[in-house]
C-alpha cells in the first residue's frame, strides 16, 4: 500500500493514505468501491460531498487501499486534460484498474472535457475498470454534454456522510497535527462542544486558527473564533 501520494494542491497540507481516518460517513462508500473493483467488470461510482467534507483525502485514501491489490491512479479535476493527453497514452488502463478523480464536477465543467470523459470511460470499461468521481454537485446538477451527462447519471451515486461524535476528536487531531498545529486538552474540548458536529464545520474552525494561529493564541481571541463559528450543539 502506498502511504503518501504527491499531490498538486493549493495548499502545503500533502494527504496521506495511512493518515486517513475512515469514519462512519465514509466506510459504506469505501467498502461498495472495493466490492465494485474486486468484481472486474466496469463500475462508475459517483460520490458527493459538500467541501470541506474530506473528498481530496478520501480520494487519496481510497488509492493507496486499493493499490495493495490492483492498479489504481488519482488525478486531480483540474488536471485531467493534461494527464489524459500526455500520460494516459504512455501508460494505459491495466486490467481492473481504479481511476479516481478529485473534484469531477469542476473537469467535467470545463470547455472540452465531455469528449475526453466518455473516451476514459470507454477505455476503461474495456479493461473491465472502476472510476471513481467525487464531486460537490450532485451529478444532475453538473453542466456537461449530452454524452458525458448520460454516462455519468447512470453510475452509482452515493452522498458522503457525517462523522459519529465519536469520530471527532480523532478528526479534530488529524487536522491540527497537518497544519503543525498544537491544540492544549481544553481548547480541543472546547471546539468539539461549541462546533456543529460536521466535517465541514470542523475543518472551517482548523482553517480559521491556522491563518491566525498567533491571533487566536490567548484565549480571549480564542472564544472570538469559535463565536463567530457559531454554537452548534
Known amino acids: 500500500m502506498v502511504a503518501q501520494l504527491p499531490l498538486s494542491l493549493s495548499h502545503s497540507i500533502r494527504y496521506s493514505s495511512a ?24 463500475s462508475l461510482i459517483y460520490m458527493v460531498g459538500a467541501k470541506g467534507s474530506g473528498k481530496t483525502h478520501l480520494a487519496v485514501y481510497l488509492v493507496g487501499k486499493i493499490q495493495g491489490e490492483r492498479a489504481a491512479r488519482f488525478v486531480a479535476g483540474q488536471e485531467v ?6 500520460d494516459l ?18 473537469f ?11 473516451d476514459i470511460v470507454e477505455r476503461l470499461a474495456n ?15 453538473v453542466a456537461c454534454g449530452a454524452q458525458a451527462k448520460s454516462r455519468l447519471t447512470s453510475g452509482l451515486h452515493v452522498v458522503l456522510g457525517n462523522p459519529r461524535d465519536s469520530d471527532l476528536d480523532k478528526l479534530l487531531d488529524l487536522m491540527t497535527k497537518q497544519r503543525g498545529l498544537q491544540l492544549k486538552e481544553s481548547k480541543r ?19 480559521r486558527l491556522d491563518e491566525g494561529a498567533e491571533a487566536f493564541s490567548s484565549s480571549t481571541s480564542f472564544q472570538v473564533l469559535s463565536g463567530a463559528l457559531g454554537s452548534g450543539s
Do not use: M, N, Q
Open 127 to 141: 479493461a473491465d475498470g472502476t472510476l471513481v468521481l467525487l464531486g460537490s454537485k450532485f451529478p444532475e446538477k
Open 189 to 207: 474540548s472546547y471546539i468539539l462542544r461549541r462546533v456543529t458536529r460536521t466535517l465541514p464545520a470542523l475543518v472551517e474552525c482548523v482553517e
Open 89 to 106: 497514452p504512455e501508460a494505459p488502463f491495466e486490467g481492473g484498474e481504479v481511476l479516481v478523480i478529485d473534484d469531477a464536477d469542476l
Open 108 to 118: 467535467l465543467e470545463t470547455s472540452g472535457s465531455s469528449g475526453v470523459f466518455v
Open 81 to 86: 486534460l493534461s494527464w489524459y493527453s500526455e
Open 19 to 42: 493518515a486517513f481516518i475512515e469514519h462512519a460517513g465514509v466506510r459504506e462508500p469505501v467498502a461498495t468501491v472495493e466490492k465494485l473493483a474486486a468484481a472486474r467488470g466496469f
